[in-house]
């Protein structure tokens, strides 16, 4: 079985070839760029280029990855503000299995201790976002089953560089973002600040803005110094970030999306996010003819508050079970629509039970990261290597508040205030790595390893639980073998195999043994082809896991289970085919007609039968599907490109998704198994005109046709991605 399906993929994937460019240092980390010289290294890597970008100036990292084959997404606010991503059918949920870098260091705000990436960097001031999947992701880790997503800022320029983005829309959309940057001889300078926000698209019983407000600063500085044998660069980098959005998990029944999809009930009312960032990093580069060295120190610190709903007193159904079935839970369903008050007739219904979760979050460590080309026997070899000392650590400190519904007002009730989970983890990690590339006549073979060590504390922090502590330690080694074989100079293959591994949070339990982390071989099989015109690439994937584990979070279980229980499924397999194709026909001497193209194919199948308490699991049987994993995924974009405008359009196709892989079983009920998140297409639309010396304006609309289907219904109900929204905008560049 496990063979016919690898065949499978592979069959389909040697179908053809493709071609994106080759190599170049930015910022010393592997950047993929679009030349017309056909890439030769193995392993998946897709670039979305500054000019790409600036196509759609889209602010969300969804909407920018659809571009992207093999990526897996659930939406969930339509904004984009806490991102779930996940490549070749990992969880998407909040991002947390795949390794998230800016500029080539841990950006999450702990990656090993809590890996959930509720801090996401403002897309908007980035000038490249690349994707490794596969062998192509050895260098980066702790979570290498998926691979790994980089986001590279500005750079310090050599020159006088400067810009000015303004931009206004629907639902009080704004953004402003500004850079400057210039070179005095050896010294570089670069300043650069981003606010965006809106007022939001929900409409919110009662009154209220549903939107977001996000400032996000950068200063670089740097200092060059060139050699005889080998030149230096010194650069330190500071940067600064917060939000402020009014954000809930709770969404609504299937009839009252069915009746306004953007309506917000009243309960939500209370509901904030508040958050800030701080980044400080010190790096240095030494080049030589056959040396590149890069060492970064870094450390990032992150804290967050986040008040929402959590449930109900005095009732023993979950906000879900209400939502699932109002009409078994009518008391409950009234109040939270504001319908009812929480006391009647001085008699107590159902209050309002608001959670805030407030966490505080370090991450820091050195990282040095080094390629080294030598002669050996004849032959050159291109030696990566890499080594990090890494600590990060989460501390909790959740409580509720009891609100009362007044009259459709939802109202604090003071002096209930009660701490539900006051708790530390935190990790100390060591990660090496080295691969080694060496051309053989048309092949080029890369062999390589990545190690992990790591050393793990738990804490209970709350009054008499000292004694509710746990440590432990985890050692690992993950081989991988690539390959690319170049057929001509317009074409190739590549091929892969790796160990993919996941590693456990600090408070579940150390066992021991494999049980205790997810672990997967992958592999996969494709071709390139460029010939300067045409791009296209097609790979085929398989994903073998031997244990696949999920835990729980807020996001994607609610408040039915202890948050961060983790959950066994055992073996399971997902295989499937990326493709990517671009080309630009010239229509004439004037006008470019550019356009591009990817689709992925996945399947999912459970191996073993089980009886799982994870709300997305249930009663197991093999066969089943993952949730939230769509068997096809199409993008399309077409434009019309002149030396003075543009316009573009993008559509994006996503198959249906189920909720849930299993069903509910004798004391597990789930109120969503069976349901289906249905097949959207959406389409955006962008264009620009230039100004010459005065800049451009450009103008966008998202979702052009207004599409309005439910994109998840986790936790809490019916959600809606982002309705039709048009903006316009300035910017000028020197």
Request: aromatic share 12%; with cysteine; charged share 25%.
């Amino acid at each position: 079985m496990k063979f016919s399906k690898l065949a499978l993929a592979v069959g389909v994937a040697a179908l053809g070839f493709n071609a994106l460019a080759e190599d170049k240092n930015l910022e010393h980390i592997q950047i993929i760029s679009h030349h017309d010289k056909l890439r030769t290294e193995a392993g998946s890597a897709t670039l979305i280029s500054e000019e790409q970008l600036e196509e759609f100036e889209f602010d969300d990292i969804h909407r920018i990855l659809s571009q992207v084959p093999g990526v897996n997404i659930r939406e969930e606010d339509g904004f984009g503000l806490r991102p779930n991503i996940g490549f070749r059918g990992v969880t998407p949920e909040r991002s947390k299995k795949i390794t998230i870098l800016e500029d080539g260091v841990l950006i999450g705000p702990a990656p090993y201790s809590a890996p959930a990436a509720y801090y996401f960097p403002v897309t908007t001031r980035m000038t490249a976002v690349e994707v490794f999947k596969g062998p192509a992701a050895i260098k980066y880790g702790p979570q290498t089953v998926a691979g790994t997503l980089n986001l590279v800022t500005r750079q310090v320029p050599d020159y006088a560089i400067g810009g000015l983005d303004l931009a206004t829309g629907s639902d009080g959309y704004a953004k402003a973002h500004g850079y400057y940057g210039n070179r005095q001889d050896n010294i570089g300078f670069l300043v650069e600040g981003v606010h965006l926000e809106s007022d939001g698209f929900k409409e919110l019983d009662g009154g209220g803005d549903t939107g977001f407000k996000k400032d996000d600063f950068l200063i670089k500085a740097d200092y060059k110094l060139d050699g005889q044998q080998f030149d230096q660069r010194f650069e330190v980098k500071l940067s600064y970030a917060d939000e402020l959005s009014d954000e809930t998990y709770l969404g609504l029944t299937d009839s009252d999306f069915a009746g306004n999809p953007y309506r917000r009930y009243a309960a939500s009312q209370p509901a904030q996010m508040d958050t800030k960032h701080t980044q400080v990093m010190f790096t240095h580069q030494l080049t030589s003819q056959s040396v590149d060295l890069t060492t970064r120190v870094y450390r990032n610190d992150y804290e967050r508050a986040w008040l929402k709903l959590n449930g109900l007193s005095n009732s023993s159904a979950s906000l879900s079970d209400i939502l699932a079935s109002p009409e078994l839970f009518e008391a409950q369903y009234d109040v939270i629509r504001g319908e009812r008050n929480s006391v009647v007739a001085g008699e107590t219904t159902h209050f309002l039970t608001m959670g805030t979760n407030d966490r505080e979050y370090y991450s820091q460590g050195i990282q040095v990261d080094g390629d080294w080309r030598v002669p050996v026997f004849g032959l050159t070899h291109n030696v990566s290597f890499g080594v990090r000392f890494h600590q990060d650590e989460i501390e909790r400190n959740h409580f509720e508040d009891t609100y009362s519904m007044i009259d459709g007002v939802s109202t604090r009730v003071e002096g209930t205030k009660t701490f539900t989970t006051e708790d530390t983890e935190s990790t100390d990690a060591w990660s090496v790595y080295i691969e080694d590339q060496v051309t053989l006549d048309k092949l080029t073979l890369g062999v390589g390893v990545r190690g992990e060590l790591m050393d793990m504390e738990y804490q209970n922090d709350k009054p008499d639980s000292a004694d509710d502590y746990q440590t432990k330690t985890t050692r690992i080694w993950l081989p991988g073998v690539s390959g690319f074989y170049q057929l001509n100079d317009n074409s190739g293959l590549l091929f892969g195999v790796h160990q993919g591994f996941v590693p456990s949070s600090p408070s579940s339990p150390a066992r021991g043994d494999d049980d205790e982390f997810e672990k997967s071989v992958n592999y996969e099989f494709g071709g390139r082809f460029n010939d300067g015109v045409t791009q296209f690439e097609i790979v085929g994937f398989y994903n073998d896991y031997s244990n696949l584990i999920e835990s729980c979070g807020q996001s994607n279980c609610g408040t039915q289970v202890q948050l961060d229980t983790e959950f066994s499924g055992g073996e399971v397999d997902v295989w499937g085919v990326e493709s990517q194709f671009a080309q630009t026909y010239p229509l004439n001497i004037h006008l470019d007609v550019p356009m591009s193209m990817t689709y992925t194919y996945t399947q999912s199948e459970f191996q073993e039968e089980l009886y799982s308490e994870f709300v997305q699991w249930g009663h197991i049987r093999p066969g089943d599907r993952l949730p939230y994993l769509p068997t096809h995924q199409a993008t399309f974009s077409v434009g019309l490109a002149h030396q003075d405008w543009a316009v573009d359009l993008l559509v994006k196709y996503v198959s249906e998704m189920p909720e849930t892989a299993g069903v509910g079983y004798e004391n597990f009920d789930m109120p969503l198994a069976g349901k289906e998140v249905p097949a959207t297409t959406v389409v955006d639309l962008a264009a620009h005109y230039e100004l010459g010396q005065y800049g451009r304006i450009y103008a966008k609309i998202d979702n052009l046709f207004d599409q309005d289907n439910i994109v998840s219904r986790r936790p809490y109900g019916a959600r809606p991605g982002k309705p039709r929204t048009m903006s316009i905008g300035y910017k000028y560049q020197f």
